[in-house]
């Protein structure tokens, strides 16, 4: 997202002009994901107060963004694309497993990367939520797209004779909904449970969409 100023060109410190750019585009998340995601939260933020946490000015924050908006779409993705890269090493990892196995194992390399940093849990789940339109719509397209990916696992899996045939685009969309809201009340302390406590009660839910009562898995050929 270009901000409204002409960054510098050329190198300076050994550092191209690109790599300057990324290097306080970074720090401007970095600071974000602090205030973001913990006092004084988004609403909280000013640009001058994120500038100085990251240690920049605020000529350079209108370098690299036009509003506080643009950060906060900018860190909500970055923050779904650490736990997407985690839930895919995870996919190759469980390859071969058994399904119950490989659930267990993918839903927790989720879990593991989304609470690493409780800064994280509320820039997905809370500071993103309601704050306009165009990051409702980002907010719904990037749950869309963990719906996606259950659906083509759990689809895959039914092709195997691993789990029951069928539409899974509502059962995952209602999982995911699960998902935000226990991880979400988790991390707020409203829930009096482990986190392998929750990761295993969100794994039963699962295998129950995939092995509903009465269906049992085809042998393999």
């Known amino acids: 997202m270009a901000g409204r100023l002409r960054a510098p060109t050329g190198r300076y410190g050994g550092k191209s002009a690109e790599e300057r750019q990324a290097e306080r585009r970074g720090r401007f998340l970095e600071a974000a994901l602090r205030l973001f995601g913990g006092s004084p939260g988004y609403r909280g933020t000013t ?40 839930v895919l090493a995870a996919f190759v990892d469980a ?13 927790r390399a989720y879990a593991a990367d989304v609470t690493t940093d409780p800064h994280r849990i509320r820039i997905t789940f809370v500071e993103i939520v309601g704050v306009s339109p165009r ?15 259950i659906c083509a696992e759990a689809t895959a899996a039914a092709e195997r004779g691993e789990a029951a045939p069928r539409d899974y685009r509502l059962a995952a969309a209602a999982f995911i909904g699960s998902v935000n809201g226990l991880l979400h009340d988790w991390s707020a ?3 009096d449970a482990t986190l392998d406590e929750v990761v295993d009660e969100l794994v039963r839910q699962l295998l129950g969409i995939l092995r509903p009562p009465g269906w049992t898995p085809t042998p393999a050929l």
């Open 47 to 86: 640009v001058a107060s994120l500038s100085e946490a990251a240690g920049l000015s605020t000529r350079q924050f209108y370098e690299e963004f036009r509003t506080l908006e643009d950060v906060l779409a900018a860190l909500h993705l970055q923050v779904n694309d650490w736990a997407e890269e985690a």
């Open 95 to 107: 390859q071969g497993l058994p399904l119950t196995e490989r659930v267990t194992a993918i839903f």
């Open 135 to 149: 990051l409702e719509e980002q907010r719904l397209a990037r749950r869309a797209r963990w719906v996606e990916l």
């Open 189 to 191: 302390g409203w829930v």
